[in-house]
């Protein structure tokens, strides 16, 4: 019967503006609660409200593990709630992922300077504050155009291109690749505002944005899909991407040099750096690549972003290794004995 098997939340955030309406991803993850049951477990979708955060944990810790879709802002919202309620209920046993402490060292921008002498790498800065931005970036941005990522985020929000010409600053915006010219006060003020998520990574502007973005998923340490997208603006002016995707399995043939470096190389040599055996790693995860302007022997691909939160769309492969994942993770459903424990 369903009451005997383990329980295991897909949480997504609530809609803020109507209880009745569903929120999107009530119906993007509904194969995952469907592959979850064909697994053994009983899944049910949960949706969170930071209004109701007390009642919402109380459910939660009666779970045997919790998957978790919840995006770092959105609606003006954090996850500073919600990360509070997973640390509690993890250090009391239940599975979590993604863990909040698994996203603070893979989920934020902080990774592409942790991992930035991998393969996958590109010159990056960070700054904590803002003497060191002052002090380092301006020479950055001498040798090129540079993009400005706040520690956390997600759809660019915050993201910015700077190119400097003729003593003056030009930005254009990931979110809707608005283009404007920005007085050096205004891009320190956008820096200071910035850092209130933790910090500032200064990456090199990939010349070669126009040809395109390819997201590789992963279920912890195996890929399980790619997917291509395309900039919405063309030549010299591409930076942001459209939100449609492509979808390709992970035995795609233009991608096999891109699996066989994920799995064989760069996710073990990201996991030694920061510590991560393969359990703690995401159920569900994706690695966001540009195509580098000149091939060399790190190969094709550089490193933009990686995405832990709230990874959606995915390939159809996805919930079957998701739920692979769980299943690893807590043991099959026939055999669970006592509740394991996922604190970090």
């Not at 997973?86 to 863990?99: E, F, P, Q």
Request: net charge neutral; with cysteine.
């Amino acid at each position: 019967p369903t009451s005997s098997r383990p329980r295991i939340a897909v949480l997504w955030r609530g809609n803020l503006a109507s209880r009745e309406t569903p929120a999107p991803h009530e119906a993007r993850l509904a194969p995952v609660i469907d592959a979850l049951a064909r697994a053994g477990f009983a899944a049910e979708g949960v949706a969170w409200f930071d209004a109701e955060a007390a009642v919402l944990e109380v459910r939660l810790a009666q779970m045997q593990g919790v998957l978790v879709w919840i995006n770092p802002l959105a609606n003006g919202q954090d996850r500073r709630l919600v990360d509070a309620a997973l640390r509690r209920i993890a250090s009391a046993g239940v599975w979590v992922s993604t863990h909040p402490d698994v996203t603070a060292l893979m989920g934020t921008k902080e990774v592409l300077y942790a991992t930035r002498d991998l393969g996958w790498g590109s010159h990056t800065d960070i700054y904590k504050d803002e003497a060191a931005f002052e002090a380092r970036f301006w020479r950055h941005l001498a040798g090129g155009a540079r993009v400005l990522k706040p520690l956390r985020g997600n759809d660019g929000q915050g993201v910015l291109k700077v190119t400097a010409a003729d003593g003056a600053l030009r930005v254009q915006h990931a979110g809707d690749d608005r283009v404007e010219p920005l007085a050096r006060e205004d891009l320190i003020a956008h820096i200071r505002k910035a850092l209130h998520t933790g910090a500032v990574v200064d990456q090199a502007f990939n010349d070669n944005a126009a040809a395109g973005m390819v997201r590789c998923y992963l279920s912890q340490g195996t890929v399980v899909g790619f997917a291509e997208q395309q900039p919405r603006r063309e030549g010299e002016g591409a930076f942001g991407m459209n939100s449609a995707k492509a979808m390709h399995g992970a035995d795609a043939p233009a991608f096999a040099d891109l699996c066989h470096a994920m799995e064989s190389h760069w996710v073990p040599a990201m996991q030694k750096i920061l510590d991560l055996p393969t359990e703690r790693l995401p159920a569900l995860w994706d690695a966001d690549f540009f195509y580098r302007a000149q091939r060399d022997a790190r190969g094709r691909f550089v490193l933009c972003e990686i995405n832990v939160s709230c990874v959606s769309p995915f390939p159809p492969e996805a919930p079957e290794a998701i739920a692979a994942a769980v299943t690893r993770c807590l043991g099959a459903p026939a055999s669970r004995g006592v509740r394991r424990s996922a604190a970090n």
